[in-house]
């Protein structure tokens, strides 16, 4: 009865299936998108922090910082990150308090009750560079800049991507269809999904942040490098941590997995299972 | 356990034994899990994953119960308040790792346990129960998951529960005012969020007490086999522990190195990058998908594309999307054949090979970006998973031949023939020569 | 149902077949194995527990510094400190004489003004704004309010009169206003906790 039942049932969903292929079975020739013939995957980026036995190159992230704070930060907020965080870059304590002293955070005047600002402290995070997403948006072109604390996990292609978009600004094919090329306020660049993008190349010369000594040139390449190691950081700050618990754990387990496996054959001997 | 051999229970200690007086807990878990539960002794490693199942809600409801100390439902804060505890929580970031990924392990392991019962006709008389509590088990775990996914309120949290709360909008004339019960809105907001990390907290307590019922249903007739063949004498088990408490153990170890190894080394694999997006009602993202677990279903939601003897589309997708899911309830009286187990019925076991290629296939398209080929692919293989439960099974349950079984397990066991047992068809250990039955 | 075989080919579920040796190796095994996942169990449980512990931006506010070169003596302040109140008051030489003529034997908390302050700067009082009857915040650190009879803080909600060094004088309070960890970076800053 079950059975008869399931049948006609079976045999229904399957032919709506065949109505449904019927009905969509004049197909249009596969649509050959300028999108997809003139984007391009992310290059590749060797990060200190990639792999499983990765670890921060901290003269790099603190590179990455002075990238952000200089460039990226006048139109990008870096919300989740606090100043505090920065310790983990290899700044001291009073490294850190400078740092968040020389930043102006949100406050209330205590004498007014207007808003205004005053200098920030360690437990402060990064201040946005708008008070709100319209502020964001009306400066920006109706484009709003995302915040980038975890840019590199929020985007297909992490660090390598967000490398690629920073050096990716290319002047406009001249085979590019019509429809395809940028319009005002937007610029081309294959990396980027649909090939133009609102934001302006940001790193546009050699110096335009000047590194201190014992570093590499700040050449548009190594700040684009270098931003992106340090937008990796304050993605993912407990990478090492993530990786050398990782590590002990599957230590572990390999000597318990092999204990419970002779465990297991000790008591099964002797024992014909198959 | 009703097997008459079964050890019976003796307290070891002058303590156990005045507990087992007044609370007989102490025999109760002996005769489930301790020496006095005889269990087939030729059960494979595909038997291991109901217990990996149960270690898997466990790490699930301890890391969930520590995260909802820190986690907070509020549309407005709940993204900040994850980023919270992946930063600034002590081990905050390796216990949201493992309750992400647990989730993922959970399903990877309940999908095997399912699959071996469909293989070797676990569903079938007399466990039947066994069975439908285990669907039921299924079910629970996929609305748990489904509410989960939400919690982070991120823009796969949002545009995913907008999708799937839409499909009750398919349902006439009803559909849309359940729809807003259930979000206590229009669209997914704060009502919604608050509601599904309450139910989200509850269901795994839920889905526990309906996992003693089916281990419970399980232990009236013991477990099945790879032979499908009943237990007929002592001969034909051992008693659960020491030999299955230690291969257990073993098969824990080894499931545990895959987990550690995607939790720390690759814990944003199974995920999707906008989930790191927060929530935003006014952008859809360029690829709705929902988590790998859900993805046939997904696929299956969407093949459905000509409106069909009144009902319309989107509706066949919703109901063939649910339907997918309870024509398992019927599937002991759907299949009718007296043989049990896939190894003695090739017919059925080839048919089974295709419908697990089948269900690949059907989550890779549930992740695809439509096309002609991935809408006419899903068509196809929607068509064949129905037909295989609904058509196919329930015929050849009538008109197969089946290959000659074994009188019992131990038989099938000393005359090494139970080395075919294995799905694969060829024992690891034994390729070519199976042991000559002992004199 | 076919009966067992009767031979020796089919083992009882109770015949380990080991030997002497052998069950003493089964038994370490076992032994070995089950202390390897308590000690991972054990390892486990740390973050379970330590999770509960204050997370770093709780932390982080656990030390404030304070600037209070615009505290004239006679005046005092209230700020907030790890989310309670602190008084800082910046005590009159009349306050401080007060408070140091006062036998000790008369304090039901005896403590000197010196030892509640820092050594040439017995002047700053730094105390918590908190009761030590049962937590209300006493009245005299603004402008205006009851000093009580003492001269230093009253606590409205049941009557403790503390003097001029935050010390218990009168009421149910039993011990003298708690002077937290603090320390001098500069003669106008302070670093609290």
Not at chain 1, 198 to 216: D, F, H, I, K, R
Not at chain 2, 131 to 159: D, K, N, R
Not at chain 2, 222 to 242: A, I, L, Q, Y
Request: proline share 8%; with cysteine; aromatic share 12%.
């Amino acid at each position: 009865m079950v059975r008869f039942f399931g049948i006609i049932v079976g045999l229904g969903f399957v032919s709506a299936l065949i109505f449904s292929i019927i009905g969509s079975l004049p197909f249009e020739a596969a649509e050959h998108s300028a999108v997809e013939e003139f984007h391009q995957e992310p290059r590749s980026l060797a990060l200190a922090s990639d792999g499983a036995f990765g670890k921060f190159d901290r003269q790099q992230l603190q590179r990455g910082l002075q990238v952000y704070s200089e460039v990226c930060s006048a139109c990008h907020s870096l919300r989740l990150v606090s100043f505090r965080d920065i310790a983990a870059l290899g700044y001291n304590e009073g490294q850190v308090k400078a740092f968040a002293a020389a930043q102006e955070v949100p406050s209330i005047d205590p004498d007014t009750g207007e808003p205004a600002t005053r200098p920030g402290l360690p437990k402060d995070y990064f201040p946005s560079p708008y008070p709100n997403d319209v502020a964001a948006r009306a400066a920006n072109n109706n484009a709003l800049p995302p915040d980038l604390s975890l840019i590199t996990k929020a985007r297909e292609g992490g660090a390598p991507y967000i490398y690629s978009l920073l050096t990716g600004y290319r002047k406009v094919p001249a085979n590019l269809p019509e429809e395809n090329r940028p319009g005002t306020g937007l610029h081309y660049n294959p990396y980027f999904a649909n090939l133009n993008l609102a934001m302006a190349p940001p790193l546009t010369s050699e110096g335009q942040v000047t590194y201190g000594p014992g570093n590499p040139k700040p050449t548009v390449d190594q700040m684009a490098k270098d931003v992106s190691a340090f937008l990796v950081w304050t993605a993912e700050p407990k990478l090492e941590n993530r990786l050398a618990v990782g590590w002990g754990a599957l230590g572990f387990l390999l000597i318990f997995t092999v204990l419970t496996y002779l465990s297991y054959r000790q008591i099964w001997a002797g024992k014909k299972e198959h | 356990m009703s097997f008459p051999w079964a050890e019976e229970y003796k307290p070891k200690s002058g303590f156990t034994q005045w507990i087992d007086e007044r609370l007989p807990l102490p025999r109760l878990v002996y005769g489930a899990i301790g020496a006095g539960y005889p269990v087939p002794r030729n059960l494979n490693y595909f038997w291991n994953f109901g217990v990996l199942a149960g270690v898997a809600l466990t790490i699930q409801i301890v890391t969930g119960i520590v995260l909802a100390m820190h986690y907070a439902a509020n549309a407005g804060i709940a993204f900040d308040s994850v980023e919270h505890i992946m930063r600034d929580v002590n081990s905050g970031w390796m216990l949201r790792y493992m309750h992400m990924n647990g989730a993922s392990f959970f399903f990877i392991v309940v999908y095997i346990h399912m699959f071996r019962g469909l293989y070797y006709g676990s569903y079938k008389a007399p466990r039947e129960m066994v069975w439908l509590l285990g669907v039921v088990i299924f079910l629970l775990m996929m609305a748990t998951a489904f509410m989960g996914y939400v919690l982070p309120w991120g823009q796969m949290s949002f545009w995913g529960a907008q999708v799937i709360t839409g499909f009750f909008s398919a349902i006439p004339i009803v559909g849309e005012p359940i729809r807003q019960l259930l979000l206590g809105g229009f669209a997914p907001d704060n009502a919604a969020l608050n509601r599904f990390f309450s139910l989200h907290y509850l269901l795994p307590f839920v889905i526990a007490g309906v996992i003693i019922l089916h281990i419970w249903a399980l232990h009236i007739p013991g477990s099945n086999n790879p032979t499908g063949v009943e237990v007929k004498s002592e001969s034909d088990t051992v008693p659960f522990h020491p030999y299955y408490t230690a291969k257990d153990g073993f098969g824990l170890g080894v499931f545990l190195i895959a987990f550690v190894i995607m939790a720390f080394f690759l814990p944003n694999f199974m995920g999707h990058p906008d989930n790191y997006i927060p929530a935003n009602p006014l952008s859809t993202p360029a690829h709705i998908v929902p988590e790998w677990y859900f993805l046939p279903f997904y696929a299956i939601l969407k093949a459905f594309t000509g409106n069909f003897l009144w009902i319309d589309a989107k509706l066949w997708g919703v109901i063939a999307m649910f339907g997918s899911i309870l024509i398992l309830f019927f599937l002991p009286w759907l299949d009718n054949s007296p043989v049990r187990s896939a190894k003695y019925r090739p017919t059925y076991r080839m048919f089974f090979w295709v419908l697990i290629v089948d269900v690949l296939i059907l989550g890779w398209l549930g992740q695809a970006h439509p096309s002609n080929w991935t809408i006419l692919a899903s068509q196809i293989c929607t068509a064949y998973y129905f037909a295989h439960f609904l058509i196919i099974v329930p015929i050849l349950s009538r008109i197969e031949t089946t290959l000659p079984m074994p009188n019992s397990i131990t038989e099938a066991v000393l005359s090494g023939e139970a080395d075919e047992a294995h799905p694969v068809g060829v024992s690891a250990t034994n390729p070519a020569h199976p042991e000559p039955a002992k004199a | 149902m076919t009966a067992p075989a009767p031979n020796a080919g089919i083992e009882s579920p109770h015949d380990d077949g080991v030997t002497e040796d052998g069950v003493r190796r089964r038994d370490f095994l076992n032994i070995a194995a089950v202390s390897f996942a308590g000690v991972g169990a054990v390892a486990v449980v740390f973050p379970l527990v330590n999770q509960m512990n204050p997370s770093a931006d709780v932390l982080a506010e656990a030390s404030i510094d304070v600037d209070i070169s615009a505290i004239e003596r006679g005046q005092s302040i209230k700020t907030s400190w790890r989310k309670q109140p602190i008084f800082i008051r910046n005590l009159t030489d009349k306050e401080m004489a007060e408070a140091n003529a006062v036998p000790l034997s008369e304090l039901r908390d005896p403590q000197t003004l010196a030892e509640r302050t820092k050594p040439g700067k017995e002047n700053w009082l730094i105390t918590l704004g908190v009761c030590t009857h049962l937590g209300c915040i006493p009245l005299g650190a603004a402008e205006g309010e009851d000093k009580g009879a003492y001269g230093g803080y009253f606590c409205p909600c049941h009557g403790s009169a503390y003097d001029t060094a935050a010390r218990i004088r009168k009421g149910p309070a039993p011990t003298n206003l708690v002077v937290p960890e603090y320390r001098f970076d500069t003669d106008t800053k302070i670093t609290i906790g």
